[in-house]
């Protein structure tokens, strides 16, 4: 049976990771990987956590940054109360290698991400979390709670959400 890793940044890799291996299906999340992930970390722009298998291929990554979305865009339930622009963590990226299908690496990367999602809210405020999902994704998301926003595509899950989820 294979292990995982825990999810660990990017940056945190003595020897890079081989990442033109990863091959999720989805060749724009592929080449996001090996071209920008490195280049969005020493920006800045954004942060990389890789999962790797117990052979040390890339199982599986996600991305986090901070964003907004503007109250006229977000639910009822995300607006009250809140600025023009509502504080929140994206979830940029999120895939796992076709080779792991099945194995609950998703769900798995999923709680990480909003385990660490959490974990900026409280350093610097966010009031949920968004993803810009394919529609080949929208189930996935729908069913670890994501609603939609106004905004095409676009979903959301409130921080208080994830909380109440992750301390359950």
Same mark, same amino acid.
């Given at each position: 049976?294979? @292990?995982?890793? /825990?999810?660990?940044?990017?940056?945190?890799?003595?020897? !890079? !990771?081989?990442? *033109?291996?990863?091959?999720?299906?989805?060749?724009? $999340?592929?080449?996001?990987?090996? #071209?920008?992930?490195?280049?969005?970390? #020493?920006?800045?722009?954004?942060? +990389?956590?890789?999962? +790797?298998?117990?052979?040390? *291929? %890339?199982?599986?990554? =996600?991305?986090? =940054?901070? +964003?907004?979305?503007?109250?006229?865009?977000? !639910?009822?339930?995300?607006?009250?109360?809140? !600025? &023009?622009?509502?504080?929140?963590?994206?979830?940029? /990226?999120?895939?796992?290698?076709? /080779?792991?299908?099945?194995?609950?690496?998703?769900? *798995?990367?999923?709680?990480?991400?909003?385990? @660490?999602?959490?974990?900026?809210?409280?350093?610097?405020?966010?009031?949920?979390?968004? %993803?810009?999902?394919?529609?080949?994704?929208?189930?996935?998301? +729908?069913?670890?709670?994501?609603?939609?926003? &106004?905004? #095409?595509?676009?979903?959301? $899950?409130?921080?208080?959400?994830?909380?109440?989820?992750?301390?359950?």
């Amino acid at each position: 049976m294979t @292990r995982f890793s /825990r999810a660990r940044p990017l940056a945190d890799f003595d020897e !890079p !990771p081989e990442l *033109s291996a990863f091959d999720s299906g989805l060749p724009t $999340v592929d080449a996001w990987l090996t #071209e920008h992930a490195a280049e969005a970390e #020493e920006r800045g722009s954004a942060r +990389t956590f890789i999962v +790797t298998a117990d052979d040390g *291929s %890339v199982a599986g990554f =996600s991305c986090l =940054s901070m +964003t907004s979305i503007a109250r006229a865009d977000g !639910p009822k339930r995300l607006r009250a109360n809140m !600025p &023009r622009q509502i504080p929140a963590v994206l979830i940029g /990226r999120l895939a796992r290698d076709a /080779r792991y299908t099945g194995m609950g690496l998703g769900a *798995s990367l999923m709680r990480d991400a909003m385990v @660490r999602a959490v974990a900026a809210a409280r350093s610097v405020g966010a009031a949920a979390i968004l %993803v810009d999902a394919d529609a080949g994704a929208v189930a996935f998301y +729908t069913a670890v709670g994501f609603r939609p926003t &106004r905004v #095409e595509g676009q979903l959301y $899950v409130t921080m208080a959400d994830v909380e109440a989820t992750l301390n359950a």
